[in-house]
């Protein structure tokens, strides 16, 4: 984990406009800063940018959040990486908590064996342009394939020569450990001596989320029956192959743009399309789609479209994997290449244009594309048939996210119309598989009953109150979620000489039972702790708070909808002669003389300086107070209704005066009150 020290560096340093300005184009827009939103596409500027609060918001699609947030969503990062992303950009070393022995070796191993891979890109990509074999080989190869050098370029793609131990010398040379460079695939021993593994091969870098190589892909060039087309590095601590997409470093922002990952199986269809504008694609490597690739793909997007060759070998590989998407809820796609042809010939051959249109025109759906080649495999089979049926019905089970149940449904409609079968017997055969699977799923918990669900503390029957009763009893969300704002806003001034307006209001809110929002009473904890620690937390200590949930309340609570306009800081600035004959009239004169058709808009104005923070708090402890006496009014009032014996009726009449009494307090304290 990032130290303490690191992260409050970073904090101290960060400048919201500086790191969303690299990626947005923003103007200054009265105090705040506006651009066009960089997770949707829109013509009209709504993504809104506030150094003051450090935080942005978009008013098109709704995302906001803080520095470190954008850099997540934006780059695709994980907390630790955007941490480690901020850190540098500003130069700020970052420091790791306390490791045992075992961890601290795994991350010097891993961070050795990215610093290797590094080195051998440049390697390969100097081999590549520099040498003479490189050009005459490996150039020439890829230029033929269509590949423009701005493109090898932005994949870092490069070439290992023939020598036996070109790259091993160099990298021994710079005393880099024989152990590591085995461990990375690079280096192979045979006989106890150290050789290149990839002689004579197109070297293809493969980049995690964050941009460092990870592994190599390397290609051979000369006809060899024996020797494998592709060498991929062997796992190890930073590669392991069933976690990686190749080309999802530079795919990620145009997924989440296009809402679609384009998935093919090569590197080269990755590395063509690219260059064609269609960069929204990445590549599975050929291999079964595991839960952890899914898993990088609904980073991005649910929509996941597979391209892949149309022979019997591509599309018994698109199918692999089909049950684990649908599992993870993403909506699945297939398009067909026509026989001898692959994404990478086949868009040199349409064009980007027509490919797209292609890709469109002849999207399949999966599970029924997969239910056409089952039937054909069949034939006129009937027991093959039903095999067929049933692998239909336990695939359609696998769809078991709430809200995909209409998906299901039709899937069952459609499936039983091409299978010929009864909808009604295609559903209870797909209930039967749902059911095998809960049971499978709680014979793994020794501990727990079957069917057996957490209690939910504090819950209450919703349905049977009208509207007004339902909002008194069960909605106290702005009330609650004032009050956090004003610990947000307010709750590091001071309430008096001897206390914060945070300690106040937690003096007026001993009874946590008061806020029902659990969001609002992680809030209050954490404000609680910290100071119990003798630190002070401000808004910006929620708004970068490691938890995500504490950091996007934040963030809401201190949105910025409107601003002070151009026209009326020019009519009443501070700096204007408004203010100055303040000094030498009074508020009356200074109106009947300035702007006696404004009167009542201008006094309101000048109260604006006022400091009016301690009446807010009032206000709003006040009014949260109220409202919960009014709700256990509400609920004193519905338990008279029901039958009691006389000592019960007595006391819930005490109970009834008291909460008047109350009331009428709280009233009194508020002013006016209007309940919805």
């Avoid at 609680?528 to 808004?539: F, Q, R």
Wanted: aromatic share 10%.
């Amino acid at each position: 984990m990032i130290s303490q020290n690191t992260i409050q560096q970073i904090l101290g340093r960060i400048d919201i406009i500086d790191v969303v300005g690299s990626f947005v184009k923003l103007k200054k827009r009265g105090t705040n800063f506006l651009g066009l939103c960089p997770f949707h596409n829109e013509k009209t500027p709504s993504f809104t940018v506030s150094p003051a609060k450090e935080i942005y918001k978009c008013f098109g699609c709704g995302k906001s959040g803080n520095t470190i947030s954008f850099v997540m969503e934006h780059e695709k990062h994980s907390y630790v990486d955007a941490l480690k992303w901020l850190a540098n950009r500003y130069n700020i070393e970052v420091e790791e908590t306390f490791q045992s022995d075992e961890q601290r070796q795994q991350q010097q191993s891993a961070d050795s064996l990215y610093i290797i891979n590094s080195f051998a890109q440049e390697f390969f990509s100097r081999m590549l342009f520099n040498s003479e074999e490189g050009q005459d080989v490996g150039l020439s190869y890829l230029k033929e394939r269509g590949f423009r050098e701005e493109i090898i370029t932005k994949f870092q793609l490069g070439y290992s020569p023939e020598q036996r131990d070109a790259f091993t010398k160099e990298a021994l040379a710079k005393q880099y450990s024989p152990e590591l460079l085995i461990k990375t695939g690079l280096v192979a021993n045979r006989n106890d001596q150290l050789m290149d593994n990839y002689r004579g091969r197109i070297i293809f870098p493969v980049h995690n989320t964050s941009g460092k190589i990870v592994g190599f892909g390397a290609r051979i060039l000369k006809k060899n029956d024996k020797a494998p087309k592709y060498i991929n590095t062997p796992e190890n601590e930073i590669y392991i192959k069933s976690r990686i997409l190749y080309g999802s470093y530079f795919a990620r922002q145009a997924i989440d743009k296009a809402d679609e990952c384009l998935l093919v199986e090569g590197y080269t269809d990755v590395v063509s399309l690219h260059q064609a504008g269609i960069e929204n694609v990445v590549a599975s490597g050929g291999t079964s789609l595991t839960i952890d690739q899914l898993r990088l793909v609904k980073k991005y997007t649910n929509n996941l479209t597979i391209i892949y060759d149309g022979d019997a070998a591509g599309v018994k590989a698109a199918l692999r994997g089909l049950d684990l998407a649908l599992e993870e809820g993403l909506n699945v796609k297939l398009v067909l290449i026509p026989d001898n042809e692959d994404p990478d010939s086949y868009v040199n051959k349409l064009g980007a244009a027509a490919f797209i249109r292609f890709v469109q025109k002849n999207r399949q759906d999966f599970i029924l594309f997969q239910l056409q080649v089952a039937l054909k495999d069949a034939g006129d089979d009937s027991v093959r048939k039903a095999e067929v049926v049933n692998r239909m019905a336990e695939t359609i089970s696998k769809i078991n996210k709430a809200e995909d149940f209409t998906k299901q449904q039709d899937y069952i409609k459609q499936c039983s119309q091409v299978l010929k079968i009864d909808e009604g017997g295609m559903h209870a055969l797909v209930n039967k598989f749902i059911r095998d699977r809960i049971v499978t799923q709680e014979r793994k918990l020794p501990f727990s009953e079957p069917g057996q669900q957490d209690e939910q503390v504090g819950s209450a029957d919703t349905g049977n109150y009208d509207d007004a009763t339902f909002n008194l009893l069960f909605k106290d969300e702005l009330q609650e979620k004032e009050i956090a704002r004003i610990l947000l806003e307010h709750g590091t001034r001071n309430w008096d000489a001897s206390k914060l307006i945070a300690e106040h209001i937690f003096e007026e809110m001993v009874d946590e039972s008061l806020v029902d929002n659990q969001e609002v009473v992680k809030l209050v904890h954490t404000f609680k702790d910290a100071l119990h620690t003798g630190y002070v937390p401000d808004k910006n200590y929620f708004i970068y708070h490691a938890d995500p949930q504490l950091s996007a309340l934040a963030v809401s609570l201190l949105n910025f909808p409107y601003e002070e306009s151009d026209h009326w800081r020019r009519k009443f600035s501070q700096n204007t002669g408004y203010q100055k004959h303040l000094f030498t009239q009074s508020y009356e004169d200074f109106i009947k003389t300035v702007a006696p058709e404004n009167e009542n808009a201008l006094m309101r104005f000048l109260k604006i300086d006022e400091d009016r923070t301690n009446e807010e708090v009032v206000s709003a402890i006040s009014y949260l107070k109220l409202r919960k006496v009014k709700r256990m009014l509400l609920e004193n009032q519905l338990d008279l209704e029901k039958p009691h014996t006389v000592a019960e009726f007595e006391m819930l009449h005490r109970t009834h005066e008291h909460l008047k009494h109350m009331e009428m307090e709280l009233t009194r304290k508020t002013g006016t009150v209007i309940l919805k």
